[in-house]
């Protein structure tokens, strides 16, 4: 007669065995059913970003940083190629190179940062912001259709919940790039791309991104 089986040892269980475990976990939380409609949030936006993305001939890579860029500018702010290659996820060549390719192509140009002469400021010109208006216009446009369906108070309480969220994501990406001796971290500020580039922009996206670089 055949023992009952017994789960092995917790140090025996495999990674898969594990995860099955903690997902089980997950699923009776109450927030369970949000995290599945984010995810699918995620697959839409990430699929409206590559039929944009291959009606305007542009790469990942340079749509997520021609929208830094622009976002960058409308907060007033300076963007760096060094801080444009930690929002990526980019080496410091990689960042450099992609830097080129869009000066090229005129989406991007370089000037003198106010802070310190001797280092580069990024300025998305006309062409650039040109590029991020059609491919982000219609999403917004959409997403905020949407938005004005709910009162302020709602409005605030989402913003709180977005804002958690955002930082809890940049918290998992840092944790994930410190465990695989990766050098760098984002911080929450940082991930304030358009819509289309950050709602699908959770760090396993922007790693897929520096392949096209």
Do not use: K, W
Not at 17 to 31: F, K, L
Not at 132 to 146: G, K, Q, R
Not at 171 to 189: F, I, K, L, M
Request: with cysteine; charged share 30%.
């Amino acid at each position: 007669m055949r023992a009952d089986r017994q789960d092995p040892p917790r140090g025996q269980q495999s990674a898969v065995e594990r995860h099955d475990r903690r997902q089980r976990s997950i699923a009776q939380r109450p927030g369970y059913p949000i995290l599945l409609l984010l995810q699918r949030m995620t697959s839409e936006i990430e699929y409206y970003g590559a039929r944009m993305r291959r009606r305007a001939g542009v790469r990942r890579t340079d749509m997520h940083a021609v929208s830094a860029v622009v976002d960058a500018e409308r907060e007033e702010q300076e963007m760096t190629p060094g801080r444009l290659g930690t929002m990526l996820g980019l080496s410091s060549s990689s960042v450099t190179a992609l830097v080129d390719r869009l000066c090229e192509a005129g989406h991007l140009d370089r000037g003198t940062a106010r802070a310190d002469a001797r280092r580069v400021a990024l300025h998305a010109n006309d062409t650039g912001r040109q590029v991020a208006m059609e491919l982000f216009d219609p999403l917004d446009h959409a997403l905020m259709e949407v938005f004005d369906q709910y009162s302020p108070s709602e409005l605030e309480l989402f913003s709180r919940m977005i804002r958690d969220l955002i930082s809890a994501t940049a918290q998992a990406g840092n944790a994930e790039r410190a465990a695989t001796g990766v050098t760098g971290t984002r911080s929450p500020e940082s991930s304030s791309n358009g819509a289309a580039s950050n709602g699908a922009g959770v760090d396993r996206d922007r790693a897929r991104g520096a392949a096209d670089s």
